[in-house]
């Protein structure tokens, strides 16, 4: 397979043949390792020496379920340090039919005209693309799709992007050509608008065949991997409810935001929750769906199509995070308004759990009133206006502390926390301030692990390992793919030797991925001078009521997260100028 | 001398005696220490548990030149790590002779009042100061020296500060009573503005008598001092240029900022440098003065006063930092419109520096035509009025970059660049990355240095000399005391052992305390999270025309900055949570 590299200066497209080095990975693990090996970690995250890396697996292509998820990412706008978002559609589906394991944008165009990249089975070219600025990922996708054909891929940014926003994301459409799957957070939007890049497409001409070491045992371990996914309970969660279906157990952990993360509890959590979802869909028929496959061959299906009352399609899919940060983080508690602003973040190309939570900050600040979702939609609104406080908005959470002054920001190393307060899960903390990513719930989503979680005791191993796990299965799969899994170590032994022909024995290669994801992510963040960060003071030393509890740590379990014998040796990383 | 704790969450105010371990310690090197010891790294910089530490110097009250300057710091809400700014004014003769050496600020007021702390012989209370809210630093010091008498000290905020804004800092009365002496950098404004103190005032009725070990040997260590103050050309350049006078040597460098920080040459500076304020101070006559002293018994009086062409004044003084990133900066080449803007600045409690800088980017950004005074002067109106563009420009350079999406910001660790591209004078840009204060030229203005501005060699051993230096003057005196002593061994070995009893043969206690100031500071910056950061990309990359240098300095050079062997150990600093 390929790497294509995009010089948006020169206006070159260059394939190379993916480099042995590079040879297992895909996705986040590729971004990861791209971005080490050639991102100048002191760069300006808007600036010509920054990359957008757009990573498929290496998995895609060969009918595997949850193989078809894309990564986007680079040097944050947000963080400063690296990010990688990720994402279903159709797009790594197409990317690997033309035989593209990644891309990799460079430079800025002199004259900073957006610009698509168009990929068919002739090749590749940039067009200009100065018709569709201004325009909402929605419509940029239609109208990419009617020219270029509706089973095309298409990435693309909103306006948003286009004013470099640091909440700003890359959208990607599904199945239907609706442009609501996400890699949104840490603005990676704002790099691709850095580029001059408005949109990718990719037809769905590719002729590109996959070689595997080993056809007859890749097909057997297909069927077992799918029938696994099919018969465990946390993938069949996933089927019926999709993440809509954490609101009501999050909330019992005392965890859910509500208030701007200043309520650990919320009065009406029983009119926003995945229950409440699944009625309406029964209810409201038309175009809704309850469950719904974002992916080419996914068979989890954690999708979902929201109509409103008339049936017809609010928004796909409505998720938990965009649930909770623009509903009750709000105190919104109307699943209409809030599927209709996840609509407005993904048209504009704004990252919606980020924009909630700026929101909560800025009804601190007295901006929106709690709880007035018309409010709250025109202030959406005003970010693709590029009005001075859509702007602020539109740039985070963290902008909009700093600049109203406010000192309860639900952020770590500048980016929101997602749906999950770490006074209720304390592991919870520990993913937010140890993930090279930021507050990323991505990384490792804790609220299901085994333990306490309102004791501190074993957040640190609890997040850490899971962490690891994430990272393995960001590097190939949709890591919803994690549930279905389990602990059967030849799901993935056989899946792996079947496609590369290595000769895994057990499951240890996947921490040893996992683990080298990480540290290189680490890495680049040390020599871009990004170290780790804690969750705010005020979470730290201000109970969250009604259950009482802060994040209470202790320094020396933080201080033992990077041991050596759990990661062992870090090279020296030298900042690169 | 003592310490004096003021408690506002619980409006107690407590005496203490300095510690023995802070003996020798005043200003800089007292607030490098008493943040490091004290204060929370990892705290919010608005939030309860930063400290605001206004220091004086122990040299103050004993009739020695430049020794009336205050310190004020904190974790700094633009850098995020260590701050001081310092100021001259009447605050540090005023705390002297109350016998108070610093005033730490602790906690904040459930009802988020201001109030003002008020300091006579009598004794220290918080008296309510809600009547001041929205007032200037003129107005309210004007308003204060009416109620407590006119040589007062007040050391107050004005509109930015109450505003939280990271551009905001803290404004000393001078002799006369004018509020524009400032200690202005890295938000320090906003660390008051969040403990709710509009203003300390300080009477001018103290009574503390300094004791000293050998009176005679003071008193002829001071007059040697004074005798070579005044007779050194530096000193004698301070005394009739001021720091105005820099306009021209730094233009010629090549890097005197103009355009934003694009232009290394500026076609308009012979209507804006030190000739011209002169002549204009000369021709205009009335209140204006060409030399004049900020603090009693300065005999440099690098200060001056800039009047209209009526003769009235328009502020005192009129900096080459402000001179130049509110003048060549925006491409404004009118001395007074320079002026008046200082004193929009200094009124509102801003950092002129920052908010010139700011005010560059915008200009970047399309929000003011470059040259346009009256719209720069509205802005600048905005920031006081807190409107959300008055609010992004206040809140300093790098969030306007952010915000606006411009990648050509002059920041290091946030804070904006004094005036001295890093392009003409190679070893400026060491200053700025390597300071724990970010972007700070106070740390070390190296042009003056005898070396090769235009190579790097030498760069690193030239600023980190400077800057232990500085670090050391900073703690007792107005860093510009440094050009008149020269290389005297003497002046200060005298001056020390007279006025603490210590035995020092020779000058090298002089960079052992600079040594252990700056490792205190970035002690904290460690524990903080906040690391080096290089100047930004472009300036590493992009050539400065026309002399077509950019920041070199390889990265080999800035590894070798923190050297064992010159600084000696750093004790490992555990986070603080």
């Excluded at 005791?457 to 190939?476: P, W």
Aim: proline residues 5%; hydrophobic residues 40%; glycine residues 12%.
């Amino acid at each position: 397979m390929n790497l294509v590299r995009v010089n948006m200066t020169k206006g070159t497209i260059v394939t190379e043949l993916v480099p042995e080095k590079y040879k297992l990975l895909g996705n986040r693990g590729l971004v990861a390792h791209i971005a080490y090996d050639e991102i100048m970690p002191t760069c300006n995250p808007i600036g010509p020496r920054n990359k957008l890396i757009v990573a498929s697996s290496p998995m895609e292509g060969l009918g595997v379920s949850c193989a078809g998820r894309i990564s986007v990412g680079g040097k944050s706008p947000l963080t400063g340090g690296i990010k990688e978002a990720n994402s279903g559609g159709v797009a790594g589906a197409r990317l690997a039919s033309h035989g593209i394991r990644a891309i990799i944008v460079e430079g800025r165009p002199e004259d900073r005209h957006l610009h698509i990249l168009h990929i068919n089975k002739n090749g590749m070219e940039l067009i200009d693309a100065e018709d569709l600025r201004g325009k909402g990922t929605y419509e940029t996708t239609h109208t990419l799709l009617e020219r270029y054909g509706k089973y095309a891929a298409v990435i693309s940014i909103g306006q948003a992007g286009e004013q470099l926003l640091c909440a700003s994301g890359v959208f990607i459409n599904d199945m239907e050509g609706d442009s609501g799957r996400t890699a949104a957070r840490g603005g990676v939007g704002a790099i691709m608008g850095a580029k001059g890049l408005k949109a990718i497409v990719v037809e769905n001409d590719g002729q590109f065949k996959r070689q595997v070491k080993d056809e007859a045992a890749l097909q057997e371990a297909r069927m077992a991997l799918h029938k696994a996914i099919l018969a465990n309970p946390g993938s069949q969660f996933y089927t019926k409810l999709g993440t809509m279906g954490f609101m009501m157990p999050v909330h019992a952990l005392g965890a859910m935001p509500a208030k701007g993360f200043t309520d650990g509890n919320y009065k009406n959590v029983e009119l926003v929750n995945g229950d409440v979802l699944l009625a309406n869909i029964a209810e409201r028929g038309g175009e809704g769906k309850p469950t719904h496959a974002c992916m080419p061959g996914c068979v989890v299906r954690c999708s979902n199509i929201y109509p409103d009352k008339q049936g017809k399609k609010i928004v796909s899919p409505l998720e938990y995070e965009s649930g909770n940060l623009l509903g009750p983080n709000l105190c919104i508690d109307d699943l209409d308004s809030i599927a209709r602003m996840t609509y407005q973040c993904n048209n504009y190309g704004l990252d919606s759990i980020e924009v909630g939570a700026a929101l909560g900050v800025a009804a601190h600040a007295g901006i929106l009133p709690w709880g007035d979702k018309e409010r709250a939609a025109e202030l959406i609104d005003e970010i693709a206006q590029g009005t001075h406080l859509g702007k602020i908005i539109g740039s985070g959470a963290a902008f909009v502390g700093k600049i109203f002054g406010i000192d309860k920001v639900p952020v770590v190393k500048g980016q929101a926390m997602a749906a999950y307060d770490p006074r209720g899960v304390k592991s919870m903390a520990v993913t937010y301030a140890m993930t090279p990513m930021g507050a990323d719930h991505t990384a490792a989503v804790t609220f299901r692990s085994p333990i306490d979680h309102f004791h501190w005791e074993g957040a640190i191993d609890t997040s850490r390992t899971l962490q690891v796990s994430v990272a393995f299965y960001d590097t190939y799969f949709c890591s919803f793919i994690a549930r279905g899994i389990g602990t059967d170590i030849h799901l993935m032994v056989n899946l792996f030797n079947s496609v590369f022909g290595t000769d895994f024995k057990d499951n240890a290669f996947m921490s040893d991925i996992g683990k080298e994801v990480i540290k290189h992510e680490r890495m680049f963040n040390i020599a871009a001078g990004v170290t780790e960060e804690w969750v705010p003071e005020w979470m730290r030393h201000e109970p969250l009521m009604p259950h009482g509890r802060v994040s209470d740590i202790p320094e020396s379990e933080y201080a033992r997260y990077w041991d050596i014998d759990f990661w062992g040796e870090f090279p020296s990383v030298p900042a690169r100028l």
